[in-house]
């Protein structure tokens, strides 16, 4: 009867220590929210099937690029059922020319906010946004 006891007993502690792993872990996927890294070709693709989405193309050597990340982040955090995408142009030299031959973009300059409409460009903007611009392009 003792050892059954005592088997009870480590059982319970492990299913505490469970519990609140699984809970902390649920708190973070509450708490933590980030944007969608996605590849130069799979933004073509998305543009090709005619998505509506907004996008950001930046380099992540940039400084520009880096504090408008954080106003992502902070508009992500705020707005949980919008979804914002992020292409990385920091390994590609040549970046502008992929942005003049697959999306007819011809302004290179990073970091770039762009909205597609089934597919088309609705909107451009240039630099870094504040947090009330980026809010505005999703109305």
Not at 84 to 101: G, I, Q
Request: charged letters at 25%; hydrophobic letters at 35%; a neutral charge.
């Amino acid at each position: 009867m003792e050892k059954v006891k005592k088997l009870w007993r480590e059982i319970s502690i492990f299913g505490i220590v469970i519990v609140v792993f699984l809970g902390l872990f649920i708190y973070r996927k509450i708490t933590h929210v980030e944007f969608t890294t996605i590849t130069q070709n799979a933004l073509v693709e998305k543009v090709k099937d005619k998505d509506s989405f907004v996008v950001v193309i930046g380099n992540k050597n940039d400084n520009a690029t880096l504090s408008y990340q954080d106003t992502m982040t902070t508009f992500l955090e705020k707005n949980r059922s919008e979804s914002l995408y992020y292409v990385d142009v920091s390994n590609d030299s040549d970046y502008t020319t992929w942005l003049e031959k697959d999306l007819d973009i011809t302004n290179g300059t990073v970091p770039q906010t762009i909205v597609y409409k089934d597919g088309k460009i609705s909107t451009t903007k240039t630099g870094a946004l504040s947090y009330y611009r980026l809010a505005q392009l999703f109305k």
